[in-house]
């Protein structure tokens, strides 16, 4: 396949959704690091158990859940609010702008948006601190599909339908394998982005390299 041929298979996508973490950086950077502490010191302070138990608990939630922030409000009733703060009260130096992606990004056609199981403000944090502010059309948080998280469809629902994509006519780049099973069933082209590949019925396409891979796009 030619590299013509390959983004004419992009051709009808009129709506490019991103997700944050690990997708518009590369992991190596290791910003979420910074929150997976976090998380793990919330749940010690708010559930009162030791550290070990907190860890074991933040994999639980988020395997049962979607995300830790989803189980301590299911099971223990927590306002989202302060987690929220918290966790994403983070050190965003050590992120890079990255010149090359934001011209890959700003060539595509149509609209641009980020959807991500942080929240919109922390996302905008991380996308000036790449140099991809004013880059994006929308940018949606969890906050914006009433605290359900990727990977629940209902949370794709909400958050597509308030933006008005067509699902037909997008697609959606992801490091998490799961949160690309509902998109995919809902008609949009995936696109896994990380180290590793996760081959998958639900995957179309797979990259380690997020500006590469749009440059074939356009």
């Known amino acids: ?27 190596h950077m290791r910003l979420f690091d910074q929150i997976e502490v976090r998380m793990t010191a ?12 907190a860890d ?4 639980h ?18 306002d989202p609010g302060p987690y929220l703060h918290a966790v994403h009260d ?3 130096s050590v992120l890079t702008p990255d010149p090359t992606l934001r011209a890959r990004i700003a060539a595509l056609p149509g609209r641009r948006i980020i959807y991500t199981n942080g929240t919109a403000p922390y996302a905008q944090r991380v996308a000036e601190a790449r140099g991809l502010g004013g880059l994006f059309d929308a940018v949606y948080g969890v906050e914006h599909a009433g605290y359900a ?19 037909k006519t997008a697609a959606m780049f992801e ?13 949009l082209k995936t696109v896994h982005v990380a180290p590793g590949a996760a081959p998958s019925a639900h995957i179309h396409h797979h ?9 074939h796009l356009t």
């Open 1 to 27: 396949m030619t590299a013509h041929d390959f983004g004419q298979g992009f051709s009808h996508i009129r709506t490019w959704v991103f997700d944050l973490d690990n997708t518009l950086y590369p992991p």
């Open 42 to 53: 919330f749940v010690m302070d708010a559930l009162g158990v030791s550290h070990a138990e």
């Open 56 to 59: 074991h608990l933040r994999g």
């Open 61 to 78: 939630y988020w395997q049962t859940h979607g995300t830790t922030l989803a189980g301590l409000m299911r099971e223990h009733d927590l």
């Open 90 to 92: 983070i050190d965003f």
């Open 149 to 167: 998280p990727k990977p629940e469809r209902a949370a794709f629902e909400t958050v597509f339908q308030t933006d008005g994509l067509d699902p």
């Open 175 to 187: 490091d998490e394998p799961r949160n690309l099973k509902i998109p995919h069933e809902m008609g």
């Open 207 to 215: 990259t380690d390299d997020l500006a590469t891979f749009l440059a």
